[in-house]
């Protein structure tokens, strides 16, 4: 009697044990499974936003030209000399200010620019809906001499893609400038994390005479 009754007490020790213990493994478990879905999201994140950087390849894009009905292929251009390309603020909810400065400050140097590249694309990101009234409406009377394009980028897909996407109110994508090579290569670039800060005319020459 005394046998089963130490068995009966142990048995009931040991549930008793696990009643206690089997919460907190739970937790622990709960827990792992939690940190790995962090570490797994933001290994995600830092893909997501990676820059192009110096020596990669620039990803390949067809945009449409504002003001017209032809798109244009970022490959078919540097084919056929170095291209610049040229991120602008876009439509982040009222027309920038600074774009329309840097775009000015292009267009008065378009005769040198033109003798070191082949097109230098200005890039007009924003929401897709009503993008293209906007960017018609920041160019105004104005128009682009050659080599100098503008494009739309309706969604904000191709920022997104080269790790240019300001996820932020009241914002598109950070002010970049890179220099692209006939290979498809990235030779020179600059991003500001500021509306400010931006590739000026001159840089731009340096880094197209070294081509």
């Not at 044990?17 to 939690?34: E, I, M, T």
């Not at 390309?85 to 329309?100: E, I």
Request: overall charge positive.
């Amino acid at each position: 009697m005394n046998a089963r009754r130490t068995m009966r007490m142990t048995s009931g020790l040991r549930f008793l044990h696990f009643r206690a213990v089997a919460p907190r493994c739970l937790f622990a478990l709960l827990l792992c499974c939690s940190m790995v879905g962090t570490i797994r999201a933001d290994e995600d994140d830092e893909e997501q936003i990676k820059q192009l950087e110096v020596g990669d390849r620039a990803i390949e894009f067809d945009l449409p030209v504002v003001g017209g009905e032809d798109y244009l292929s970022l490959r078919e251009q540097y084919k056929q000399g170095p291209v610049v390309v040229v991120v602008l603020r876009g439509y982040p909810g009222y027309q920038c200010l600074l774009c329309s400065r840097q775009v000015a400050s292009l267009s008065n140097r378009a005769g040198t620019l033109a003798k070191h590249a082949q097109k230098v694309i200005l890039v007009y990101p924003g929401p897709a809906t009503a993008l293209e009234q906007h960017a018609e409406q920041f160019m105004g009377s104005r128009s682009l001499p050659q080599p100098l394009v503008i494009v739309r980028d309706e969604g904000m897909e191709m920022v997104t893609q080269w790790g240019l996407r300001w996820d932020a109110l009241n914002e598109t994508a950070y002010p970049a400038t890179f220099v692209i090579d006939r290979n498809g290569r990235v030779r020179w670039s600059k991003v500001s994390h500021s509306h400010a800060g931006r590739s000026t005319v001159e840089e731009i020459l340096k880094e197209l005479r070294k081509l």
